[in-house]
Nanobody
Framework: QVQLKESGGGSVQAGGSLRLSCQTS????????MAWFRQGPGLERELVAR????????TYADSVRGRFTISRDSSVSKFYLDMTSLKPEDSGVYSC?????????????????WGQGTQVTVSS
């Protein structure tokens, strides 16, 4: 049974940093693409970062490029989102997702597996 569970959310002041973790089980992460999405208040869910199956290609949303880093550690079946220079507009519920496809779609409805989400709040 495929499961994903996020941790590491919380409250931080602008300019601060957080590391989100996504613990996976039930599959081998190297054969799935993985992604982080977020949904701010009153906003649609948006793709933040993704890594292809096999890990050869990483892409970021323009709004986070240079500040956020997605990575994975197959030895512990986890992937991460390191967030630095946080801004109030980064606030929202962050969710990890995985799919057997090579490339995780930016359309969240097309991804197969999701965590429950973790809240990130950045205060000014």
């Amino acid at each position: 049974q495929v499961q994903l569970k996020e941790s590491g959310g919380g409250s931080v002041q602008a300019g601060g940093s957080l590391r989100l973790s996504c613990q996976t089980s039930g599959f081998i992460i190297s054969v799935f693409c993985m992604a982080w999405f977020r949904q701010g208040p009153g906003l649609e869910r948006e793709l933040v970062a993704r890594i292809t199956r096999g890990g050869g290609n990483i892409t970021y949303a323009d709004s986070v490029r240079g500040r956020f880093t997605i990575s994975r550690d197959s030895s512990v079946s986890k992937f991460y989102l390191d967030m630095t220079s946080l801004k109030p507009e980064d606030s929202g519920v962050y969710s990890c997702a995985a799919d057997p496809a090579y490339f995780c779609s930016s359309d969240s409805s097309l991804l197969s597996y999701w965590g429950q989400g973790t809240q990130v709040t950045v205060s000014s």
